[in-house]
């Protein structure tokens, strides 16, 4: 992927990556990252992006889940999910 700005689409901000970002020994951040994105991607794109330094990333591919209207069933697509690990003293503010 070309554009650093396609690969990470928005952060997930849930109570339970609200406790990830509050840890004080080495914050993570949980990104919806594009599924062609690697992890060597989404570190460049991290790091260009928030100026920070990532110490690691955990990649999830998270299933889509199954919708329903009326009779017709359907299913939402599959999407990448990136945990990103920073370096002791770095934040990123959202």
Excluded: C
């Excluded at 901000?13 to 509050?22: C, S």
């Excluded at 919708?67 to 934040?91: D, F, M």
């Amino acid at each position: 992927m070309n554009n650093l700005y396609a690969i990470l689409e928005r952060p997930l901000v849930t109570e339970k990556t609200a406790a990830l970002n509050a840890r004080e020994d080495s914050p993570q951040y949980v990104f919806k990252v594009a599924r062609g994105a690697n992890k060597v991607e989404i570190r460049k794109a991290v790091e260009e992006t928030f100026k920070v330094k990532v110490a690691g990333i955990n990649t999830v591919l998270v299933k889509g889940k199954l919708r329903r209207q009326g009779r017709s069933v359907g299913h939402q697509p599959n999407w990448k999910k990136a945990y990103v690990t920073l370096q002791k003293g770095h934040e990123i503010k959202f």
